[in-house]
């Protein structure tokens, strides 16, 4: 397993961007696919995009596509998440996660049993 560190989060108007990031602690970054996900208030968790270890391959859920764009740095152990055009319904704990498994597929990384890592989550509040 990694540590995982959030941050970035915060409230926004309906309409603007956040850009939440998320710092692993680990030698081999690189090797690791990364995820977000999010769980608002009474809801379950869902998936929110994947990236793979060198970025090439991404994958979205159809609520935030378009929208959101997932991304990496693997010199700097971070995975980022930009979120324009921000809804209420975007209102969440949004939280990192990581897995070192290698199945080239990028939709096989929607499901959060897929992912052995987790971080502890950082808050996006988006006000009407």
């Known amino acids: 397993q990694v540590q995982l560190v959030e941050s970035g989060g915060g409230l926004v108007q309906a309409g603007g961007s956040l850009r939440v990031s998320c710092v692993a602690s680990?030698?081999?970054?690189?090797?690791?696919?990364m995820g977000w996900f999010r769980q608002a208030p009474g809801k379950e968790r869902e998936f929110v995009a994947t990236?793979?270890?060198?970025?090439?391959?991404?994958y979205y859920a159809d609520s935030v596509k378009g929208r959101f764009t997932i991304s990496r740095d693997n010199a700097k152990n971070t995975v980022y998440l930009q979120m324009n055009s921000l809804k209420p319904e975007d209102t969440a704990v949004y939280y990192c996660?990581?897995?070192?498994?290698?199945?080239?597929?990028?939709?096989?990384?929607?499901?959060?049993?897929?992912?052995?890592?987790w971080g502890q989550g950082t808050a996006v509040t988006v006000s009407s």
């Open positions: 996660t990581a897995t070192r498994t290698g199945i080239p597929v990028m939709s096989y990384y929607s499901r959060g049993e897929r992912y052995d890592s």
């Open positions: 990236i793979s270890w060198n970025g090439m391959g991404t």
């Open positions: 680990t030698g081999t970054f690189s090797n690791y696919v």
